[in-house]
């Protein structure tokens, strides 16, 4: 018989990999269990499937991919030979044909046990039923005498789908005495309390100790927040570890009767504002770095969102890695020069003036026979943000500085940016925060510096940037509120459409004015193919353009803002219920 043991220590290894660094994530791996040896562990716990990075999309479908992982998993697993602690690490692994979504259990030099995904999420960012198969409910694995549940991210999910199984209910009905998920959560705002309140369902359900251990990391339009956490079977906290940055931290347990306990570190958690600007530093950081970029530049205009955008730059990459290009123009005012030089000067980072008049000029020129007798339009004030677009792709090309494109999601949302113009660049921070979000978080900025940001403390970006009306600048007196409704009631507006996806009776039920919401929404279908070509950025909010909201471009459907009747049942034949069985088969 197995001695019972006492004490039980895990090391949580909330980590940064790299998505398809399958030798990079190891040496991570490595590093982490030297350090949950020194701490005394039996077990280290890896987030999901961080040998190969989550999520991988369809690079997990290479074969070529599939075997890398397999051979990096192997060789972690013969280490494990030297009495050091076991390893719980995610990795895709095929069996009989069948790619799963796995956790690995590595133990005295084998793989001691594989656990597979069993809840495939399939809505918003999420399409692992596109690239997994489904795995079967399981009991524990066993972990140096001890009966550890090891359920994989969404496996503790169970509001999403009617055929979700109950993977937690199944580990506690076989004898697992501790849960410990690793997962692949995006971030969003406010997630954290919707986290707390599944893993609570699950320990309320179970009686057990919970371990949701997240991974921390910027891939492409998501962030990953870390934010770690520890419940005890009573659902008391545990522990907490900390948002947005690294974390190898070791829980020890110990058993009292039947149950275990652990304590831990309590790390304060940002909210709010505060995390969305977090999001928005990692999410940057991490693609300039990830994708190798020595650096950003990005035009600075003396208004909001370029000013905003380059305090995020400076404090994901620091102020030598940022260059500011301001490129006036005949409607560009004297106080945007000095703005944009006095943020420039606020952040440390290299700055230029160049003027774009001639090459404004030389293109009407070559225009102006195609253009003759026909009237200035928004055709003159596009040349302008395309001129600047190309300077910045000149220079980038030049340095090999990536471009920060600045749109917000305001502007994306109603198309009021140039294609090829001021829509180019790499890679956009602000591109899930809505305008009223902006001018938040560049007085929160001037306020508070993050933990961990590289820019300097105190009041980087001028109060002037902050108060004046916001402007394109791309005619004579031109503000943003002559073609738009104040940026409180748009937002609303929008955050009702997109997020909510309300009708658009509702909203107007609501109190908006019938016309603009008609008319926002028009502009928000017309910008799909805009949008279809704009860089990717950092997503914040519970429903991002890009991989949460996928809408046609060909798309004649319009909301007409009236109430249709509602559906008449009477009109439907649907046989008897035997028949509808049969044909679903
Ligand atoms: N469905 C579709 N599929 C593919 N392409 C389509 C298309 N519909 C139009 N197009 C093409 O797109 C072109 C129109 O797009 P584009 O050239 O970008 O130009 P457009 O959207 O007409 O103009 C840019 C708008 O953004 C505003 N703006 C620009 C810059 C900065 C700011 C600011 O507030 O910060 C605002 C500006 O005031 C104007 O309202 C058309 O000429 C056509 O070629
Ligand atoms: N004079 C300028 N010099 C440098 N870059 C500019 C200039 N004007 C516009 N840009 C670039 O194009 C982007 C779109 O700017 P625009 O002024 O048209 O609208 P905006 O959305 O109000 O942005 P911002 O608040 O940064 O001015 C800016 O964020 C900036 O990166
Ligand atoms: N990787 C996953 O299974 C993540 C899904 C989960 N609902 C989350 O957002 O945290």
Known sequence: MTERLNAFAVTLAQLNPTMGDIEGNAAKARAARVQAAADGADLVLFPELFIAGYPPEDLVQKPSFQAACRAAIEALARETADGG?????????????????????????????????????????????????????????????????????????????????????????????????????????????????????????????????????????????????ALNGDLSLAAQLPAFAESITTLHFTRSGDDWRCTGPIAAQPE?????????????????????????????????????????????????????????????????????????GHLGIRYEVLPIAEAVTGFETILSGVFKNLPPDVTQENLQARTRGTLLMAISNKTGLMVVTTGNKSEMSVGYATLYGDMNGGFNPIKDIYKTQVFRLASLRNSWKPEGALGPAGEVIPPDIITRPPTAELREN??????????????????????????????????????????????????????????????????????????????????????????????VSRGSKASIDAFEG
């Open 272 to 344: 709010a504002d505060y995390a969305d600007y977090a999001a928005c530093v990692l999410g940057l950081r991490d693609y300039v770095a990830k994708n190798g970029f020595p650096g950003v530049l990005l035009g600075i205009s003396g208004g909001i969102d370029s000013a905003l955008c380059a305090a995020i730059a400076v404090d994901a990459l620091g102020s030598d890695q940022v260059h500011g290009v301001m490129l006036p123009y005949r409607y560009t005012a004297a106080s945007s020069i000095a703005d944009a030089g006095e943020l420039a």
């Open 478 to 571: 031109q503000t943003d509120q002559d073609s738009l409704p104040a940026y409180d009631a748009l937002d609303a507006i929008l955050e009702r459409l997109i997020e909510r996806e309300e009708p658009l009776d509702i909203i107007i039920a609501a109190g908006f004015d019938r016309e603009t919401v008609t008319r926002i929404d028009h502009l928000l279908n017309v910008a799909e193919y805009k949008r279809r070509q704009a860089a990717p950025g950092v997503k914040v909010t519970a429903r991002n353009f890009g991989r949460d909201r996928r809408y046609p471009i060909t798309n004649r459907f319009r909301d007409k803002g009236e109430q249709l009747a509602a559906p008449d049942e009477t009109l």
């Open 85 to 229: 602690p076991a390893m719980l690490i995610g990795t895709p692994w095929v069996e009989e044909g069948r790619l799963y979504n796995a956790c690995a259990l590595l133990d005295g030099g084998r793989i001691a046990g594989l656990r597979f995904k069993c809840n495939l999420p399939n809505y918003g960012v999420f399409d692992e039923k596109r690239l997994f198969s489904r795995g079967p409910a399981a009991g524990p694995v066993t972990v140096r005498g001890v009966r550890v549940g090891v359920p994989i991210c969404e496996d503790i999910w169970l509001e999403e789908s009617e055929d979700y199984e109950n993977v937690v209910e199944t580990l506690a009905e076989t004898g697992a005495e501790i849960i410990l998920v690793p997962n692949g959560s995006p971030y969003a705002r406010d997630k954290a309390d919707v986290r707390l309140s599944v893993a609570v369902a699950r320990v309320t359900e179970s009686g057990l100790p919970l371990v949701y251990l997240n991974q921390v990391c910027g891939q492409d339009e998501l962030v990953f927040d870390g934010a770690s956490f």
